[in-house]
């Protein structure tokens, strides 16, 4: 088996190249390749010696993910469902937006966090993702939607870790990913534009704030322990108030000065003003030692197997000015691509029905993918 070269950050890529023989910088020129020109095929990249061409063609590939479906919201939302292999099926999400697009990555297959509210989550772990396969949804997407537009510059301007899985449970893929997102060698995108969301894995919150701080989005969901328990099982093991010191923590290195804390509004579950009065409480104990944050109100996108309701309008509203008096910016997530079930937690990436992905698969893997038309409201969008 010949190495995918998406699964190197550039000091990876270094490595490589030096076992081949060759000098670090011939990797510099490589990635630049791969990554800012979206280029596959080593002889196309033309300023690279033959040598090191055939050399490559021996040892290298660099591979993209079949892509089993592409779907165009109304609003312009994309979302591609990608085969990673033995059933399993994973997504990524591009939202554009007058100032920036936006790229939600999965991490994972499934997730093993198993939250009562969140798609994935009631699917189950199957894999994590390698890097290749984290690094290959931006690849591809950027690539795709830049040849669409017909436009040079950059498409992509912000990366979301909010598609399937728990990114800090899969920290050594994740970390190569983000640097290669970051360096601007490949994608040059800003840490402040490239966030991390994570449902509170405390001990790699740490590590990520040494080996490679951005931004980060913490998945809090309840003003106590119980309920958060009963929502968010990884708060048994790293409960509340140590997720939140650690949050403090995480703004030593973090590039913005603040955490954003996500809240998806249940009906009747954790959308109570006393909830809100609560969660002032308890962040204000904390604010007290330093920590700074936003909240991010995410209206509950809702799947039959969760039991479980949105909270109305109004109701958002009332707790969005509990903690708007309280001092804190807080906004309410608009909805996006909801019509191809593309909103936050709708994500199972199809692997609810293996058999029937399995099929799936076979049959897709025959027929070419058909690059639809981007439409006009997307080009609007970036205008
Ligand atoms: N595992 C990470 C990142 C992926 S989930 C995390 O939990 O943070 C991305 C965001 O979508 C999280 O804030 C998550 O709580 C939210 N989410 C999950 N299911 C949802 C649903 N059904 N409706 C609205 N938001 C949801
Ligand atoms: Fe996993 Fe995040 Fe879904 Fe929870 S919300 S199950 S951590 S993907």
């Not at 728990?166 to 893929?173: G, W």
């Not at 919150?205 to 003003?223: F, I, K, N, W, Y």
């Not at 906004?331 to 029937?356: M, N």
């Amino acid at each position: 088996m010949t190495a995918n070269l998406l699964d190197f950050d550039l000091e990876g890529l270094a490595v490589f190249c030096e076992g081949l023989g060759e000098k670090r910088f011939r990797a510099t020129q490589l990635f630049r390749w791969i990554h800012q020109r979206g280029m596959a095929q080593f002889d196309d990249m033309s300023d690279l010696a033959k040598s090191l061409r055939e050399k490559l063609k021996v040892h290298a590939h660099v591979a993209a993910l079949p892509i089993l479906s592409q779907q165009i919201s109304k609003d312009g939302t994309i979302k591609w469902l990608f085969d990673v292999g033995a059933g399993d099926a994973v997504e990524a999400v591009f939202i554009p937006e007058d100032d920036r697009g936006t790229l939600c990555v999965s991490s994972q297959a499934g997730c093993a966090v198993g939250c009562r509210f969140c798609s994935t989550g009631h699917q189950g772990f199957s894999r994590n993702l390698s890097t290749a396969e984290i690094l290959a949804q931006l690849w591809f997407a950027e690539h795709f939607l830049r040849k669409h537009l017909n436009q040079s510059e950059r498409v992509i301007s912000n990366v979301v870790m909010m598609g399937m899985g728990e990114p800090l449970q899969n920290y050594n893929a994740l970390v190569p990913a983000l640097k290669t997102m970051l360096d601007d060698h490949g994608y040059g995108l800003s840490r402040r534009r490239v966030t991390v969301s994570t449902s509170g894995v405390v001990p790699m919150m740490t590590r990520l704030s040494q080996d490679c701080p951005v931004a980060l989005a913490v998945s809090l969901h309840a003003p106590n322990d119980a309920l958060r328990d009963s929502l968010v099982p990884l708060n048994r093991k790293y409960p509340l108030d140590e997720l939140l010191a650690e949050c403090t923590l995480y703004l030593d290195k973090a590039p913005r000065d603040f955490i954003t804390f996500e809240y998806c509004m249940l009906q009747g579950v954790n959308d109570q003003p006393e909830h809100a009065h609560q969660l002032v409480q308890l962040i204000k104990r904390h604010t007290a030692q330093g920590l700074r944050c936003k909240f991010n109100l995410i209206p509950f996108n809702p799947f039959k197997a969760s039991g479980l309701l949105r909270s109305d309008d109004a109701t958002v509203a009332m707790f969005a000015e509990i903690l708007i008096q309280a001092g804190f910016v807080t906004t309410i997530r608009k909805t996006r691509g909801d019509d191809i079930d593309a909103a936050c937690g709708q994500l199972a990436g199809d692997v609810k029905d293996r058999t029937d992905v399995a099929q799936r698969i076979a049959q897709q893997r025959a027929v070419p993918v058909q690059w639809v038309n981007v439409p006009s409201s997307l080009s609007a969008g970036k205008a």
